[in-house]
């Protein structure tokens, strides 16, 4: 599959046909009339079955927008459910409207710089989305208690990172961003007491699940669903070799099964307007 790289921006002509094949079942199934929630489970859904991608947005040289919708991570199925259903809900769908608010929300402030202006950490993520009016996070209002990062682990395993090890310089501006990022005051709920505010959860809300990896704030991220079974369910690209899917467990089991996982941040989408 050849790749387009073309002012600052990476793609395939296969991830063109695949954005423009959404925008289609967004007509065809009248998802613009949605509220942006129930618009994101949707999308959302419509990803089920694509193969999990590893560092599938990571290139070599130069910081680009790389798109990648034959195999998404966590991370991006949760950034492309969400880009695709603001951009239906402005009714703005061409390629080139989906390009230009991928980057509005994958990078600080929207503007591509080098690599440290992409918001790596999730937690910053939140922070620059909420300020640009994207999300809300609701923790706090569904019961949250309040949490404090120690981040520290992409300045100390830069290894794990091309752009890091390849450009050392970029490791201190990493390392004053982890700074900034741990004085912020978050809220979380630990997942033991999640099933008493489950029923507050709405289909569609933007789920950040809180880890115990030291130096990290954020170990995975998917989508709420509501299912028949009138649980909440993590719709999610788990781990390497599987596909896009929704949890079997409702949300509250399926993080009682990771050590790792200690609770969620809850963000909900704000309605776009135009």
């Known amino acids: 599959m050849s ?5 600052g921006q990476i793609y395939s002509e296969n991830d063109v046909e695949i954005c423009n094949q959404k925008f289609q079942l967004a007509i065809d199934k009248n998802w613009e009339n949605l509220p ?80 440290p202006s992409r918001l790596h950490y999730f937690s910053d993520w939140i922070y620059d989305n909420i300020a640009k009016g994207v999300v809300e996070d609701v923790t706090e209002k569904l019961g949250g208690k309040t949490v404090k990062f120690d981040l520290d682990f992409m300045s100390t395993h ?24 741990s004085c912020r005051k ?41 299912l028949e079974d009138g649980r909440i369910h993590l719709l999610h690209a788990p781990t390497e070799n599987t ?5 079997k467990e409702p949300l509250t089991e399926y993080l009682m099964k990771y050590k790792r996982h200690s609770g969620v941040m809850v963000l909900r989408a704000i309605e776009p307007s135009g």
């Open 186 to 226: 978050y809220f979380f709920i630990p997942k033991d007491e999640l099933k008493s505010s489950e029923e507050l959860l709405d289909n569609g809300d933007l789920i950040a699940i809180t880890t115990t990896v030291k130096g990290l704030d954020i170990g995975h991220v998917g989508i709420a669903v509501k």
């Open 243 to 247: 596909k896009v899917q929704i949890s």
């Open 36 to 115: 942006i929630g129930d618009l994101i489970a949707e999308v959302g859904k419509s990803f089920i079955g694509t193969d999990y991608l590893v560092h599938g947005i990571e290139k070599d040289g130069n910081e680009q927008l790389v798109i990648n919708l034959n195999g998404l991570d966590c991370t991006t199925l949760l950034e492309n459910s969400l880009v695709i259903s603001r951009c239906i809900k402005k009714g703005k769908t061409s390629f080139e409207d989906y390009q230009s608010e991928l980057q509005f929300i994958r990078y600080r402030d929207g503007i591509i710089e080098e690599y």
């Open 158 to 181: 830069p290894e794990n990172y091309i752009h890091l090890s390849t450009n050392p310089d970029f490791i201190p501006v990493i390392e004053q961003q982890e700074k900034e990022i």
């Open 3 to 7: 790749l387009i790289s073309l002012r």
